[in-house]
Structure formats: C-alpha cells, structure tokens
C-alpha cells in the first residue's frame, strides 16, 4: 500500500507540475500580446511589436514584478533627424532585469525599464537617401581594405568653372554625441581627370557629408558604432536604465 501510495503521489506531483507549466505558457503568451498592444499605443505604432519574455517560471516574475530579459523588436519605427523625419526599418531591443510598474496581466503597466539594454538598428538606404537634400542618393559601397562596410554617396554638384557635374564618394559613418549618425567621405574623386580644388572638396562635402541626430528612440538608448552593410547601415546601440515602453 505504501508502494501505491507513492506512485499516486508522484503522479500527482507530474500532473500538478505540467498543469503549473500550461498555465504558466498560457500567461506568458497572454502577457506578451498585452505588452505589444501597450507599446503599439505608447509609440503610436503602425505594427504591433514583437515581444518576447525569457526565463522559467513566468508567473513567479510577473508577481515579482522584475522580468530577466526582454527583447522587443519593432518595424517601421520613425525617429527624427535634424532634416526631418527618418524610419528605421528595425530595431531590436534586448533588456535585463526588467522592472514593471503596475499589472502586466491585466495590461495596466505603467512602465517598463530595464537595468542594462543592447541592440540594433537597421535603417534602410532608400530612407537614408530621404534625409540628405538636391536628390543625393545613398548605397552600399561595398568594402574597404580593411573589410570594413562603406558607403557609395551620389549626387549632382555644382562647380566653379566646370557646371553641374555627377559625383560619386566612398564614405563612412561615424556617431557623434552617442545620439547622430555623420557621413563622411573618405576622399574626393576628380573631374575630367583633375583632382578637385579645396574650394570645391567643400562644395561636394556640403552635399555629401550629412548625418542627423535620433530621437524617438527608447529613453536611455545610445549609439554605439554603426556600419555599412548590403541590407542597409545597422547601428548598436546599449544603455542602462533604459525605458522600453
């Protein structure tokens, strides 16, 4: 009978446990979808995000009300530059130790911040292109020496002497302040054979060299380093304290 009496126990234990496992996805998903809605409305959204809350048990988190990681990914976000309006295609968010304020079940959070956050920005050239003035065009330039991604930067620049001429530059990018992005031509190409006069590298670099600060970012965020790749410049970012929604 003792015997019986711990093959029933456990079994029980078993039932119990999967029961607590169920329960515990079913509000994980529930609680996930009701995050995506919050930040969908908070950042004025066109396209729910993605969340996605790790660590085992949920529920035991949720009632702590500090999660262990949390990634949130988002498309079609539109930040502003210091010419307007720039989308970035998308920007993935990696939290930790995330601390909530109010009831995540219900969809009553008032915040969202994580203790430390990574992530990444893909901003396209097409919309990059939108930023910069007089129809000059950004693309991928392919790699330099060094296997480093640069910047093909093309556009119609008025010279002295010469008229209107098509110009074409390898850039880079470099971040300034930890909150803008600066393109910056490596060297200037020469007209009808003859290298261009400082007077007009300047002319080419007022179309050519242009960047923007970023803000609609998650608060707290700040750019890391940015490069150059085929699908679009992909900027890291990180920050401490940082306000996911």
Do not use: C, W
Request: no cysteine; proline share 3%; aromatic share 4%.
């Amino acid at each position: 009978m003792r015997g019986r009496g711990i093959r029933i126990l456990l079994i029980l234990v078993v039932v119990l446990g999967g029961l607590f496992v169920a329960a515990d996805r079913v509000a994980l998903s529930y609680a996930q979808s009701k995050a995506a809605e919050k930040i969908q409305r908070s950042q004025g959204l066109a396209d729910k995000p993605d969340v996605s809350i790790k660590g085992f048990p949920f529920l035991t988190q949720v009632m702590d009300k500090k999660l262990d990681e949390v990634t949130v990914t988002f498309t079609g976000l539109q930040t502003t530059s210091d010419s307007g309006s720039l989308r970035v295609a998308e920007l993935t968010a990696d939290g930790h130790g995330v601390h909530l304020g109010g009831d995540l079940m219900s969809g009553q959070v008032n915040s969202a911040v994580a203790d430390t956050a990574t992530g990444t920005a893909l901003i396209s050239y097409a919309d990059l292109s939108k930023t910069a003035s007089n129809g000059i065009t950004v693309s991928y330039g392919g790699q330099d020496s060094n296997g480093k991604g640069r910047l093909k930067v093309t556009g119609s620049v008025e010279l002295p002497l010469v008229g209107t001429q098509q110009v074409s530059v390898m850039s880079h990018v470099v971040i300034k302040n930890g909150d803008a992005v600066q393109l910056h031509a490596d060297g200037m190409p020469s007209i009808m054979g003859i290298s261009l006069p400082v007077s007009a590298e300047q002319l080419v670099r007022q179309q050519t060299d242009f960047g923007g600060q970023l803000s609609g970012l998650p608060k707290g965020i700040k750019l890391d380093s940015a490069e150059a790749t085929p699908d679009g410049l992909r900027v890291s970012l990180s920050g401490t304290n940082v306000k996911l929604g």
